[in-house]
C-alpha cells in the first residue's frame, strides 16, 4: 500500500474531530454564558453586556482571516493551529485567574461600564487574546481537516462532502456539553471553575491534534494570496489602455508544473483579463504580466464576495440568540421540575436535534439527493446555505412573538413568568438553520478556492459571522438612538436593564424582515454564481465518476502506491486532468499562448 493511503482521510481526520469537540466544549459555553458573566460580575449594563459579546464573537471569527493567511503563507496548517492554539489557552488561563479572583472583579457604580484600571487591562487582554487564539484555530484548522481528502480523485471527493458533516457533528456533540455540563458549572458553582474545564478541555485537544502528526498529510504553504491578488489588480490597471484579445486563447498562461491547478478562462470581469496581456519584447516576470490561472483566481474569489455578504444579516440573527435571547431565559421560569435550568442551556435543545438530524442527512438525504443531482453532496453548497437564509427569518418572526408572551405575562404576573422552553422553537429553527448554512459555507469556500489560497477562503465563512456580529453591535446602538427620538415614550427599544420595559420583539420582527429581503439578494446572486467545475467540464466530479472508479478498483483489486515524502505527497496529490495541456503534457516551460 503506498504512503499517500496510508496518511490522510477519516483516520488523520478523528484526531481534528476531538479538537474541535473538546475546544468547541469551551467556545459555545462561553458564547452561551458569557453575556452573564459581563453583567453579574463584571458590573456592563444589558446592552453592553450584549454589545461586549458581540464584538468580543465579531473579533474572534475576523481574526480567523489571521490563521488563514499565515497557513497559506507562512507555516504549514498544523503548526498554525499549535500555535494560535497555545495562545488560547494562554487567554483561558488569565480569565479563569481573574474570574477566581474577588479583587480582580469591579465594584458595581451604576454606569453601563464599570471596569477601568488594572482590571480593565487584564480583563480585555485576556478577552482579546482569547480572540486571537481561537480565530487562528479556526481560520486554518477547517482546511487542515479538508486536505486529508484529495477533492482531485473521486471516491476522496466524496468522502470531503462527509467530512464537513462529520466536522459539524462533532462541534455539535462538544457544544452539547459546553451549554449544558459547562454552563451550570459557571452560572450554579462559580465562574472560574467553568472557565477551568474550558481550559482542560482545549488543552488535551490540542494535545489530541499534536499526537496525530504521523497520520496527517501536511501540505506546505505556497505564495503569499494576498501578493497574487495584489499583482493582478497593478498589472490590469498598468494596462488599461490595452485592448483584450479576440480570443482568450492569446492571453498568457504558465504550465510550470503539474503539482499546480490550472484554471480554465471565463468571461466574466474581462477588465481583469488585461493582466494576461505579455506584449511583444517583454520577458515574462512578476509585476509585467500574470498567468490566466493567476487572473482566474482573483475572478474566484470577487465571485464569492456577494454570496459571503448575503450570509452577513443571517449571522447577525444568530447574535440575537446568544445575547438578548439568553437575557430573555433569565427573566423565565428556569425550573424544571426541582432541577433549576441556567438560561444559557436552551441551545441544547437545537444542539439535540442536530445530533439526530445530521446522521440522517448523511446517511438517508445525501444518497437519494445523489442520484437525482449527480452531485457529489447530494445537493450544491449555495442550495443548502439558502435553505438556512430561509429558516433564520422564519426563527427572528417566530423570537418577536414568543417575546411578546413573555413580556405581557411579565408585566401582568411577575411572579409567574413563562416556562424557559417557550425559547426553544426560536433556537430549534435557527439550529436547523445554521446547520446547513455553516456546513454549505465551508464545503463552499473551500471546494471553489484556488489552490494557494484554501484557508484564507475557508476564513470567509467565519469572516461572515464576525461582520454579522459586529453589524449587531451597530443595529442595537443605531435602533435605540433612532427610536429614543421618534416613539412617543422618549426610550429606546432596548434601553435601561429591565426587558420589560423594551421592546425587543420589535427589534426581532425588523430583524426579521431584514433577513426576507436578504434572501432574495442572495438568490440573484447564487443564480449569478458559476461554480469553478462547470468553468472547466474536464474537472467535473460525478455520480458516475464514482460509479466507475469503484467498479475499476474491484476489478483491479488493488490501488496503486505512490512513493514520496510527506511533503511532495502533499503538493502532488494527484493532478486532475485540467493539469494537462491538450497535448498530453503534464509539464512545460513558461508559454505564451
Not at 469551551?26 to 458573566?37: P, T
Not at 504550465?255 to 494576461?276: C, G, P, V
Not at 447564487?526 to 461554480?531: E, I, M, N, R, V
Request: proline content about 4%; charged content about 15%; aromatic content about 12%.
Amino acid at each position: 500500500m503506498g504512503d499517500k493511503e496510508v496518511k490522510g482521510g477519516f483516520r488523520a481526520s478523528m484526531f481534528i474531530f476531538v479538537l474541535v469537540a473538546l475546544d468547541n466544549m469551551g467556545f459555545v459555553a462561553n458564547m452561551a454564558s458569557l453575556v452573564l458573566y459581563f453583567y453579574g460580575v463584571m458590573h456592563f449594563d444589558l446592552s453592553n453586556s450584549a454589545n461586549t459579546l458581540t464584538t468580543f464573537l465579531g473579533s474572534t471569527f475576523l481574526l480567523s482571516l489571521v490563521g488563514g493567511f499565515i497557513s497559506d503563507t507562512y507555516f504549514n496548517r498544523l503548526t498554525t493551529c499549535l500555535f494560535f492554539g497555545s495562545l488560547e489557552v494562554l487567554a483561558l488561563v488569565m480569565l479563569t485567574v481573574q474570574a477566581g479572583l474577588d479583587h480582580l472583579h469591579p465594584d458595581s457604580c451604576g454606569k453601563s461600564s464599570c471596569v477601568k484600571g488594572g482590571i480593565a487591562v487584564m480583563f480585555y487582554t485576556s478577552l482579546y487574546l482569547l480572540a486571537l487564539g481561537m480565530g487562528g484555530v479556526r481560520g486554518s484548522l477547517t482546511a487542515f481537516g479538508a486536505d486529508q481528502f484529495d477533492e482531485k480523485s473521486p471516491r476522496e471527493a466524496k468522502a470531503l462532502a462527509s467530512f464537513f458533516n462529520w466536522l459539524l457533528l462533532s462541534s455539535t456533540l462538544g457544544s452539547i456539553i459546553g451549554v449544558t455540563g459547562v454552563v451550570w458549572v459557571s452560572t450554579q458553582k462559580a465562574w472560574h471553575w467553568g472557565f477551568t474545564i474550558a481550559t482542560l478541555a482545549s488543552s488535551i485537544g490540542f494535545l489530541a491534534l499534536a499526537l496525530g502528526k504521523p497520520f496527517y498529510r501536511v501540505k506546505t504553504p505556497g505564495q503569499s494570496p494576498i501578493l497574487r491578488i495584489t499583482q493582478v489588480i497593478f498589472v490590469a490597471f498598468k494596462n488599461r489602455k490595452l485592448p483584450l484579445p479576440e480570443s482568450h486563447e492569446e492571453l498568457y498562461e504558465v504550465y510550470e508544473s503539474a503539482k499546480l491547478e490550472r484554471i480554465a478562462h471565463t468571461n466574466q470581469m474581462r477588465f481583469l483579463d488585461r493582466a494576461s496581456i505579455l506584449e511583444q519584447n517583454i520577458e515574462p516576470q512578476a509585476w509585467k504580466v500574470c498567468s490566466v490561472t493567476q487572473v482566474e483566481e482573483v475572478k474566484i474569489l470577487t465571485r464569492m464576495l456577494p454570496i459571503l455578504a448575503s450570509t452577513i444579516i443571517m449571522n447577525t440573527c444568530l447574535a440575537q440568540l446568544q445575547t438578548f435571547s439568553v437575557q430573555q431565559g433569565n427573566m423565565m421560569n428556569l425550573k424544571l421540575g426541582s432541577f433549576t435550568v441556567p438560561a444559557p442551556s436552551i441551545p441544547v435543545i437545537p444542539l439535540l436535534f442536530m445530533c439526530i438530524l445530521i446522521p440522517m442527512y448523511e446517511f438517508l438525504f445525501v444518497p437519494f439527493a445523489r442520484k437525482i443531482t449527480q452531485h457529489p453532496s447530494g445537493v450544491t453548497p449555495l442550495q443548502r446555505v439558502g435553505v438556512g437564509l430561509v429558516l433564520s427569518f422564519i426563527s427572528m418572526a417566530v423570537a418577536g412573538i414568543v417575546e411578546v408572551k413573555r413580556r405581557d405575562q411579565g408585566i401582568k404576573d411577575p411572579s409567574r413568568p413563562i416556562s424557559l422552553f417557550w425559547l426553544s422553537f426560536q433556537y430549534a429553527i435557527f439550529g436547523i438553520a445554521d446547520m446547513f448554512t455553516l456546513v454549505g459555507l465551508l464545503e463552499f469556500f473551500y471546494r471553489e478556492a484556488p489552490e494557494t489560497m484554501k484557508s484564507l477562503s475557508t476564513s470567509f465563512t467565519y469572516l461572515s459571522m464576525s461582520l454579522g456580529y459586529f453589524l449587531s453591535t451597530v443595529f442595537v446602538d443605531v435602533i435605540n438612538a433612532v427610536t429614543k427620538r421618534v416613539t412617543p415614550s422618549k426610550q429606546g427599544w432596548l434601553h435601561g436593564l429591565d426587558l420589560n420595559q423594551n421592546n425587543l420583539n420589535l427589534f426581532y420582527w425588523f430583524l426579521a424582515i431584514l433577513s426576507c429581503l436578504n434572501f432574495f439578494n442572495y438568490l440573484y446572486w447564487a443564480s449569478w454564481y458559476k461554480y469553478k467545475a462547470d468553468e472547466d467540464s474536464n474537472s467535473m466530479v460525478n455520480l458516475n465518476t464514482f460509479k466507475s472508479v469503484d467498479e475499476e478498483e474491484k476489478k483491479n483489486g488493488k490501488v496503486k502506491a505512490k512513493e514520496s515524502s510527506q511533503t511532495s505527497e502533499a503538493n502532488t496529490e494527484g493532478p486532475s486532468s485540467s493539469d494537462e495541456t491538450d497535448d498530453g503534457r503534464n509539464s512545460r516551460e513558461w508559454k505564451h499562448r
